[in-house]
């Protein structure tokens, strides 16, 4: 309530104070940890978030006070959860920008919405001779399930190359849409460069030809506002953990018109109107898309976190890991041998380097001794370390508690690869 009214009060005189990151980070209880003898230093938050308190609060509530199943009981505890849990959904809808909240469907995390994407809409959809177009910078979540689509259907995949800064080349992108094109799937942020995508523009020449769009929104939910009818995406999928919230939470966002027409992905419980062994009617949106139990208790947590990201400002989180970005590179491109990944003309979350003295799990090892966690590897993204001729990268990964602190530490863990290696 206080910081409601303290928000109102500052939009009222037009003055937004930036994000406070000691404030921040004394309400995420991990962030005191040390780590061989070291303060930890997250800069992994691409693969996964910290949960501030309000979160596991939240969760440890459910448990602990209204913990029934949702959506079948008419007693007390199953009206508490079920109200709680369409409470999420409301706060997901509200989050994304959805029209109506039934637009929004939980899922395990961005790579479920994708399969449910594929298998519902491109199974429904997708015929042989048709083209699905992808871009050279995607996640294997947002690769392998339009690969397999495509195989089954005799479509064929089609992919944007990327330039050597790490940009989509936008001249192939209009080149390879065409009227057999039926859906893009492109990553709104590049978990693998950080680059940027120009979502609206993409989206505006996706239906000029008649396709939809599916925006992989995993890197870029946490760290801007999103509005997916600002962008003017058909679907939008975003995974809990990396927001903040708990794991094992997603979302898929849908136009209500494109969901409402789609079969449904997985069958069973909650998921009907009527059940007869000669027919099942299937129920409305979003039950048609949730069969079983769900994961409640990651809703109410992601609820928490989107309440917890409101409360800071997507704005303001934007604008303080920009300018800790823009701090990381100069910094990071004043150590010998470094060599970033990618110079996007957009860059959100992430940097990527490599260093002519190690390997990045070398790199990786040396600065988890000095508390300092990032991830070295070919991040799911295989494709990205092929076109830039590495087999893999160390990527240090940003978000709203990261200081210019954590980053001189991560310099200094660099030197001593250095020093060590060089
Ligand atoms: N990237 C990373 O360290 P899931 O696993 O379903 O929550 O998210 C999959 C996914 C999809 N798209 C993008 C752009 C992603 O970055 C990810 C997850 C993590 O980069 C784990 S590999």
Redesign the pocket.
């Known amino acids: 309530m206080a910081v409601n009214m303290a928000q109102e009060t500052r939009q009222e005189t037009g003055e937004v104070p930036p994000l406070d990151p000691a404030r921040i980070r004394a309400d995420f209880p991990i962030l005191a940890a040390t780590v061989h003898g070291n303060p930890l230093v997250y800069l992994?938050n691409?693969?996964?978030t910290q949960k501030p308190r309000a979160v596991l609060d939240a969760i440890a509530r459910y448990y602990t006070e209204y913990n029934a199943n949702v959506h079948r009981g008419v007693h007390y505890l199953s009206q508490v959860a079920t109200e709680a849990y369409d409470e999420a959904r409301r706060k997901a809808a509200a989050f994304l920008g959805a029209t109506v909240d039934c637009e929004v469907i939980f899922t395990?995390?961005?790579?479920?919405?994708?399969n449910l994407v594929a298998h519902s809409y491109g199974r429904q959809h997708v015929l042989p001779g048709d083209e699905i177009l992808i871009t050279g910078m995607?996640?294997?979540?947002?690769i392998v399930p339009w690969q397999i689509l495509c195989k089954e259907s005799g479509a064929t995949l089609r992919v944007v190359p990327i330039d050597d800064d790490g940009n989509l080349i936008m001249e192939e992108f209009d080149r390879l849409l065409n009227e057999r094109t039926r859906l893009v799937a492109v990553?709104?942020?590049?978990?693998?460069l950080g680059t940027v995508n120009p979502i609206r523009d993409i989206a505006a020449k996706t239906h000029a030809v008649g396709a939809v769009v599916l925006v992989?929104?995993?890197?870029s939910a946490p760290h801007m506002p999103v509005n997916v009818r600002e962008l003017g995406c058909d679907f939008f999928?975003?995974?809990?953990?990396?927001m903040y919230g708990p794991?094992g939470i997603?979302l898929l966002y849908g136009r209500a018109e494109l969901l409402d027409a789609m079969p449904p992905y997985q069958s069973g419980g909650d998921m009907i109107l009527s059940v007869t062994f000669e027919k099942t009617i299937y129920g409305r949106l979003p039950s048609k898309f949730e069969a079983g139990t769900p994961h409640i208790e990651g809703a109410i947590g992601l609820a928490a976190a989107l309440d917890y990201l409101n409360a800071q400002g997507l704005d303001r989180v934007a604008a303080h890991e920009r300018g800790l970005i823009r701090y990381a590179e100069s910094a990071l491109r004043a150590v010998p041998g470094l060599r970033l990944m990618g110079a996007p003309r957009q860059r959100a979350g992430?940097i990527a380097f490599t260093m002519d003295a190690a390997h990045p799990h070398d790199i990786g090892q040396v600065l988890d001794e000095a508390g300092v966690a990032i991830?070295a590897g070919h991040?799911?993204?295989q494709p990205v370390m092929k076109r830039f001729g590495v087999p893999a990268s160390a990527?240090a990964?940003f978000g709203l508690y990261n200081t210019r602190d954590d980053v001189d530490t991560l310099v200094q863990g660099l030197h001593e690869v250095n020093r060590i290696f060089a």
Do not use: F, P, W, Y
């Open positions: 992994d691409a693969a996964t395990r995390g961005a790579t479920e919405s994708i995607e996640h294997h979540s947002n990553t709104h942020v590049s978990n693998a992989d929104g995993a890197q999928v975003c995974s809990g953990h990396k794991t997603g992430v991830r991040h799911c993204a990527r990964s």
